[in-house]
């Protein structure tokens, strides 16, 4: 039974960086995106001009009076309050995009009886409300809903050209502790990384211009060669000495991301013996010097 379509208005409430991708997205591939709404009257504005048929209300209830399907994407706070200030009626279908709630959020709602639920994830970083419209393609999106309500979620999914991983409430957080990890705190990782620059008296900027071609390699090599094949570096060579040196020089220049280091190197020791390029006692050989650090510094 379809009861979700191309023909079904949608609207939107949440005009942010995934709000905006999503209606954009939708309309391209032929969606009726006919209503946003967002906290400030202008963001409703900015996305509306962008989707051909969309009218901007400040009033959210007009956009959930005007739609079939309502997309909800506000800040994961701005969830459950926005949704228990509304009214919806029986045939509604609400979506709402956090990658850590999942379909058990909506029983803390007030929804009338017949209102059908579920959750699409894009598993990607959006920063801004200025992607293209293909924003969504090849990337992976985590959806959960009845099966029929799901088949209206890869139909999106299909005319996106994303693929799609169906989740369980209760793997949600792990999941969504696996895109932070990546999209989330990738940036903040390169940041520290870049900073490291400023510490032999070049800027941070020149760090990130030097590192960023090697940020892509590495995501080029895992996608050609896969893991643990893509690992490289000192530790994937064994090259005690270089690593030495490298403690040595964080414990001068940077000692608080000592214990960052040493863990991190750590957790990367499994794929590197998954490799199989090493001998065991290399593995051995600095496993026990990043543990000795550790335990040097008391902060296993
Ligand atoms: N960013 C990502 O990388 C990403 C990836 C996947 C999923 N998500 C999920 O997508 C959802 C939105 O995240 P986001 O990054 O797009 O957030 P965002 O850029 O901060 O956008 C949220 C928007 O919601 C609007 N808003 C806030 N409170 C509201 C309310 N009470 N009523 C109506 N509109 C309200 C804000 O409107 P104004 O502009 O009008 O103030 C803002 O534009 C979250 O559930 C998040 O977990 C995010």
């Avoid at 502790?177 to 990782?189: D, T």
Wanted: proline content about 4%; hydrophobic content about 40%; some cysteine.
């Amino acid at each position: 039974m379809t009861y979700f379509s191309k023909n079904s208005p949608i609207g939107v409430i949440g005009a942010g960086n995934v709000g905006t991708a999503l209606a954009v997205a939708l309309d391209k591939s032929g969606y009726d995106v006919v209503s946003v709404a967002s906290r400030t009257f202008a963001s409703a504005v900015k996305l509306s001009d962008r989707v051909s048929n969309s009218k901007p209300e400040l009033d959210t209830q007009k956009t959930v009076d005007a739609s079939k399907v309502v997309f909800v994407t506000t800040p994961d706070d701005s969830i459950l309050p926005v949704l228990n200030a509304l009214k919806f009626r029986q045939g509604q279908l609400i979506i709402h995009c956090s990658g850590v709630s999942s379909l058990r959020l909506f029983e803390d709602a007030n929804l009338p009886n017949g209102v059908f639920r579920a959750c699409f994830h894009p598993i990607q970083s959006f920063a801004s409300i200025n992607y293209d419209d293909d924003c969504f393609e090849h990337i992976t999106i985590g959806i959960e809903g009845t099966s029929y309500i799901k088949e209206f979620l890869q139909k999106i999914c299909a005319d996106f050209g994303a693929n799609f991983v169906e989740l369980r409430p209760e793997d949600k957080s792990i999941y969504h502790l696996s895109g932070v990890l990546m999209g989330g705190l990738l940036s903040e990782y390169v940041a520290m990384c870049a900073e490291l620059w400023v510490s032999f008296g070049l800027s941070r900027e020149q760090g990130v211009k030097a590192l960023l071609p090697m940020m892509k390699q590495v995501s080029n090599n895992i996608e050609k060669y896969g893991i643990p094949n893509a690992v490289a570096g000192p530790f994937a060579r064994g090259d005690v000495g270089t690593i030495s040196k490298h403690i040595e020089a964080i414990s001068k220049y940077k000692p608080d991301l000592l214990p960052f280091y040493c863990h991190l190197s750590m957790q990367g020791l499994q794929f590197v013996e998954e490799k199989n390029q090493l001998d065991s006692d290399v593995i051995h050989q600095m496993r026990n010097m990043l543990e000795e650090k550790l335990e040097d510094r008391q902060i296993i």
